[in-house]
């Protein structure tokens, strides 16, 4: 007899890009779960409220938290890199290939995630056009570990080295969000990567972007 597979719920809210990690891979490998949304703005202070529940298993407030199973045996996690790690490996990618996955997913992390909002929100010039070469630099190197292949329904696929497939991997869905959000920084900033990269690596990029869309 096979059993339920036991409940997840995500915390989450929908402008967080590590939360969009989460809900990602949670869709993409067709796992069960709930979506909560959690986090709102108060019209009036302009701060956010927070979701009764998600306090009550994440008193930091924070998103994404994933609940697994049911009070008072719930398992709670809050790590985006490690949730997504964690549904791979349930899903029953090779340990091998998953912990191959989960370094590369810390090194773009740290390549493309953490300079992308150095862009954002550093006032000083010098240190926005820091962070953009360095935002530069970790797309240039990301660019080149996606591969083309041919799709299961006859289109071709590009996904980072190494996946399975078709089938984008752990670490397309954690840098996926950021390159998701190049347009704040176009917008907010003036920093456009078509400017500042070959044609061939903004092509490989968006393609991959309109792929994983």
Known sequence: ????????????AWFCPYAQRAWMALNHLSIPHELIESLTVDPVTE??????DLLRVNPKGLVPTLVVGHSPSEIIKCESIDIVRDLFEESGTDKKKLEAWCDDSHLYNRLVSSPFYRVLMKQDKKEKEEGWADLLAGLNSFSEKLEWRDGSDGDRAISFYGSQHDSPCMVDFVVFPWVHRL??????CGYDLINDVSNDVNDKIRKWQSKME
Do not use: D, Q
Request: glycine share 0%; no cysteine; net charge positive.
């Open 183 to 188: 347009y704040l920084l176009e917008h907010y």
């Open 1 to 12: 007899m096979t059993s339920t597979p036991p409940t997840r719920l995500l915390y989450s």
């Open 47 to 52: 701060a956010y409220v927070k979701n009764p």
